[in-house]
């Protein structure tokens, strides 16, 4: 693996691309100390006589002209108790974009610039970390509620490491028991052995399948739900997504029709993160634009993932509700009553028939924000696991992780198939280590290059 670690000392700004209060600037690698030793001037120089995990005040000059740039914190971390393992060196500078990439530009002269996600990449390749909680990382920087962050977390810290290792040390005492029976049969005997084989490897592809599956609500976690909001005009729809968004995005009147087309919002609810659209109304139109925004509606609410579903809970139901009805019949589906603040006017019958599209009807009012919690338990119901995130659990959130989960359950299921086919103990390690190398590829063992480099791409600059 190491032979694609390239030693070249890097740097980037490992802070936002914006103007804040301080700016980060990270360089690794054996040149890290002296590069910043030809910029940096203060009572502590040179850096590279200083003491490892210090932090140092100072400036950085311009060299050419002895010019200072900029009054900074220079942190020095010498190898190996550091991030990647390298001699590191952190600038911590004014926040000033222009300020933090002049300094930068001034570390060119010496180190060459990281690409995207190369920090981690060096962390993994030089064994601080392995593959599974280097993704961790970039879960941790793009998460958006707390339940993707509580579960990146914990990869990071090496739960999901943990659970794979225990599968691993599994699979491998029984391809190594069954090589040393085979190899001595004398003193290891196969006799009842694959009665007691099947029945461990049940309990393996069970555990792992139920690793797996964690995947459908890890891809909620991390990418959210598609959740469109559709009723007819008038019933509040704009108002609920205001309400859910704390913001005016959607424009609100008494004129019916008012929303015209597709409009969205990511908001977060109860740890789960809503991709939210409001729809136009749903009823029947003449008028050109206003029938593409229906027909949009209708188009949307075969791709949503789930629909909440508003109905004036002041009015009876019409020709209008009826229609959408029929659309979303079997779909995850909400309905809010909203406008429980005016006097009901629904028919008990119209009760009994939305009652019978979904267990959740919901009083709601947009008005008086009255039925959100309600709302955010409804949805954790629909999508999340009936016990929440535990304290030792550990969720898949990597199409790439799931794969190979499920590629070591078929291998373990061909082990099962060669047993009932009664086939020698011998055949069985072939499948075994199959099994064993597919859950190390989770944490990067035997991964390809190529697949490491599309990984690491994908990763922010500076980290």
Known sequence: ?????????????????????????????????????????????????????????????????GTKVDEVLVSLFRAPRTYTREDVVEVSCHGGMFVAGKILSLFFRYVRPAEPGEFTKRAFLNGRIDLSEAEAVADV???????????????????????????????????????????????????????????????????????????????????????????????GKSSILNCLAGNDSAIVTDVPGTTRDLISEKIRLSGITLNLIDSAGVHEVSDTV???????????????????????????LDGDDFRIIDEIQGKN????????????????????????????????????NEGIDRLGSAISEIFLSEKGLEDNDIIITDERQRAECD?????????????????????????????????????GKGVSEDLIEEIFSKFCMGK
């Open 1 to 65: 693996m190491n032979d694609i670690l390239n030693t070249d000392t890097i740097a980037a700004i490992s802070t936002g691309y914006s103007s804040g209060g301080i700016a980060v600037i990270r360089i690794s690698g054996k040149d890290a100390i002296s590069s910043a030793d030809q910029l940096f001037r203060g009572k502590d120089s040179p850096l590279s006589s200083c003491a490892s995990h210090t932090i140092h005040y100072g400036h950085i000059v311009d060299p050419s002209d």
């Open 141 to 235: 920087i793009s998460s958006d509620n707390d339940n993707f962050l509580k579960n990146a977390e914990r990869q990071l810290s090496g739960a999901l490491t943990e659970k794979v290792e225990y599968f691993r040390s599994k699979i491998l005492y029984e391809s190594a028991f069954i090589e040393s029976a085979v190899d001595d049969p004398e003193n290891y005997s196969l006799t009842g052995y694959t009665e007691e084989l099947s029945k461990k490897l049940d309990e393996l592809i069970e555990g792992l399948s139920a690793l797996s599956d964690t995947f459908s609500e890890g891809r909620i976690m991390k990418e959210g739900i598609e959740t469109l909001i559709v009723g007819k005009p008038n019933v």
């Open 290 to 316: 206003e029938s593409i925004g229906v027909e949009r509606t209708l188009s949307k609410i075969r791709e949503a993932k789930l629909i909440i579903f508003v109905v004036d809970s002041s009015e009876e």
């Open 333 to 368: 589906l909400i309905v809010l009553m909203n406008k429980s603040d005016k006097p009901a006017g629904i028919s008990e019958k119209s009760m009994k028939k939305l009652a019978n599209l979904s267990k959740y009807v919901l009083q709601f009012s947009a008005k008086n």
């Open 407 to 443: 590629n070591a359950v078929k291998s373990l299921s061909l082990v099962k198939r060669s047993i009932e086919d009664g086939l020698s103990e011998d055949f069985f390690t072939i499948d075994l280590m199959d099994a064993y190398d597919a859950l190390g590829r989770i944490i």
